[in-house]
């Protein structure tokens, strides 16, 4: 089956990261990434609907993948496919070799606020994820790290 991801992989989590328009959905790096990072993932699988029963990869899709790939590449977790799923069918940009495409390309490098941002975020995810198996209760740790409690609680 191609690139397609190995069986012997094992899925730890999945996160729904945002509901959208029947048309569109406006996200950012650290909106995918962020429980990936508190999970200290390494590795992700991007997975969206097109309500229209189309699995044609769109421009729009595209331009996403290929976003979430140099989000990934600063954060150490490789973005391995990204699946359109429809109700009947589904489209892998692995398979189609769109993820080696999108890899090259010189397109969308983090400019140096998101590079900072992303990674504070994974140091107060660090500190967190230790305070946590030290004992220390949640609402300080919310404190400390500026962190959700719903976030520190799946840590």
């Known amino acids: 089956m191609g690139n397609r991801v190995e069986q012997r992989q094992q899925n730890t989590f999945i996160e729904l990261v945002s509901l959208g328009?029947?048309?569109?959905?406006?996200?950012a790096p650290a909106e995918v990434f962020r429980m990936a990072i508190y999970k200290s993932a390494v590795k992700m699988i991007l997975v969206h609907n097109h309500p229209s029963g189309s699995v044609k990869i769109s421009e729009a899709d595209r331009d996403l993948?290929?976003?979430m790939i140099k989000?990934?590449?600063?954060?150490?977790?490789?973005v391995l496919d990204h699946l359109v799923i429809t109700e009947e069918s589904y489209i892998s940009f692995a398979d189609k070799g769109i993820m080696?495409?999108?890899?090259?390309s010189g397109r969308y490098e983090l400019v140096d606020k998101?590079?900072?941002?992303?990674?504070d975020m994974?140091?107060?995810?660090e500190l967190a994820?230790?305070?946590?198996?030290?004992?220390?209760?949640i609402d300080t740790i919310q404190r400390?790290?500026?962190l959700r409690k719903i976030d520190i609680k799946k840590l």
Do not use: P
């Not at 989000?71 to 490789?78: K, P, R, V, Y």
């Not at 994974?122 to 995810?125: D, G, H, M, P």
């Not at 994820?129 to 209760?137: A, F, H, P, T, W």
């Open 71 to 78: 989000s990934g590449n600063m954060l150490a977790i490789e």
């Open 100 to 104: 080696d495409e999108l890899k090259q």
């Open 129 to 137: 994820k230790k305070m946590k198996e030290e004992g220390i209760d």
């Open 122 to 125: 994974k140091l107060e995810a």
């Open 144 to 146: 400390v790290t500026q």
């Open 21 to 27: 328009a029947t048309n569109r959905v406006e996200i």
């Open 114 to 119: 998101e590079k900072s941002w992303l990674q």
């Open 65 to 67: 993948t290929d976003r």
